[in-house]
Nanobody, 125 residues
Framework: QVQLVESGGGLVQAGGSLRLSCAAS????????MAWFRQAPGKEREFVTA????????YYADSVKGRFTISRDNAKNTLYLQMNSLKPEDTAVYYC??????????????????WGQGTQVTVSS
C-alpha cells in the first residue's frame, strides 16, 4: 500500500493558476504510475490526468488538455499538478492516486488502489 498526502489546493479566480502536490510513502515511488482525479459536488469522481512510472508518458482528459500539466519527481517521491487558466468548472476536490500492482487502464478508478485524502480547489468567476 502507498500513503498519499495532497497539498496546494485553495481559492483562485478564473484564469488563475494553482499547483497541487502529492507526497507518497510506502512502495517504491518510481515503480508505479500515478494519477489525479477530481470530484465535484453531486458528481462522480472523474479522471483528470495520469503519468507513467518514469514520467515518460502522460495522459489528459480533454477538458484539461493544454491547461494542466502533470509531472513527478521520483527523487522526492512527489507528484505534481500544475493548473493554469482555471475555470469555474474545474472546482472540485482533487485526489492523487497510485496504480495498483498489475496496473490497468489509466482512466479507470479501479486501476488505483491508494488514494489521498483530497484537496479542495475552488475557482470563482
Amino acid at each position: 500500500q502507498v500513503q498519499l498526502v495532497e497539498s496546494g489546493g485553495g481559492l483562485v479566480q478564473a484564469g488563475g493558476s494553482l499547483r497541487l502536490s502529492c507526497a507518497a510513502s510506502g512502495r517504491t515511488f518510481s515503480t508505479y504510475a500515478m494519477a489525479w482525479f477530481r470530484q465535484a459536488p453531486g458528481k462522480e469522481r472523474e479522471f483528470v490526468t495520469a503519468i507513467s512510472w518514469s514520467g515518460g508518458s502522460t495522459y489528459y482528459a480533454d477538458s484539461v488538455k493544454g491547461r494542466f500539466t502533470i509531472s513527478r519527481d521520483n527523487a522526492k517521491n512527489t507528484l505534481y499538478l500544475q493548473m493554469n487558466s482555471l475555470k469555474p468548472e474545474d472546482t472540485a476536490v482533487y485526489y492523487c492516486a497510485a496504480e495498483r500492482p498489475g496496473g490497468g487502464t489509466y482512466y479507470y478508478t479501479e486501476t488505483y488502489d491508494s488514494w489521498g485524502q483530497g484537496t479542495q480547489v475552488t475557482v470563482s468567476s
